[in-house]
T-cell receptor
Framework: KQEVTQIPAALSVPEGENLVLNCSFTDSAIYNLQWFRQDPGKGLTSLLLIQSSQREQTSGRLNASLDKSSGRSTLYIAASQPGDSATYLCAGIINTDKLIFGTGTRLQVFP | NAGVMQNPRHLVRRRGQEARLRCSPMKGHSHVYWYRQLPEEGLKFMVYLQKENIIDESGMPKERFSAEFPKEGPSILRIQQVVRGDSAAYFC????????????FGQGTRLTVV
């Protein structure tokens, strides 16, 4: 059974710091991987999609990488801001047609 | 192009009643997925549908839950005879194709069973 682990589970940092969020899969046969953010009581906002032929994607201050050989993905957030405070979820498609989600990293960036 | 639309946003049902959750995918998207998020837990896959077809329902409880995506109209997730354990946030996602494309999520329907 595929499991997805996100480390750390929670993170609290002062603004301006560069952050690394980690995601790992028990089964490294990942087809593609997507990072989302979820604000309290809200839906999911897609941040980055890394498709099967890619190794990383960048959008603004966000950079996500995928190492298929180890089944690990990293989300890098540069120069964090209070508005980045949210729960970050990674999800992968592994040999199926559905996203398997991690339990998330709850990020708080304080001024 | 409006995003994935779910309604209602909040739904309160008494035990034993039926709950109907609606999801309109993004324009041009023919693949719909339903997920459930229990309090303090991650999102769990429930069902994957294309127009008029259920492709994968491996995450659906065997009883009381059903889903459809008709040729016309929104996708419906139906929960019969709700129990307190059904209280959760139910999210719908859509994509233009299946594997390999970006999935977009709605704002969710928060079901509370009293």
């Amino acid at each position: 059974k595929q499991e997805v682990t996100q480390i750390p589970a929670a993170l609290s940092v002062p603004e301006g710091e560069n952050l690394v969020l980690n995601c790992s899969f028990t089964d490294s046969a990942i087809y593609n991987l997507q990072w989302f953010r979820q604000d309290p009581g809200k839906g999911l906002t897609s941040l980055l999609l890394i498709q099967s032929s890619q190794r990383e994607q960048t959008s603004g201050r966000l950079n996500a990488s995928l190492d298929k050989s180890s089944g690990r993905s990293t989300l890098y957030i540069a120069a964090s801001q209070p508005g980045d405070s949210a729960t970050y979820l990674c999800a992968g498609i592994i040999n199926t047609d559905k996203l398997i989600f991690g339990t998330g990293t709850r990020l708080q960036v304080f001024p | 192009n409006a995003g994935v639309m779910q309604n209602p946003r909040h739904l309160v049902r008494r035990r034993g009643q039926e709950a109907r959750l609606r999801c309109s995918p993004m324009k041009g998207h023919s693949h719909v997925y339903w997920y459930r998020q229990l309090p303090e837990e991650g999102l769990k896959f429930m069902v994957y549908l294309q127009k008029e077809n259920i492709i994968d329902e491996s995450g659906m409880p065997k009883e009381r839950f059903s889903a459809e995506f008709p040729k016309e109209g929104p996708s419906i997730l139906r929960i019969q005879q709700v129990v307190r354990g059904d209280s959760a946030a139910y999210f719908c996602a859509s994509s233009p194709y299946a594997v390999g494309t970006e999935a977009f999520f709605g704002q969710g329907t928060r079901l509370t069973v009293v």
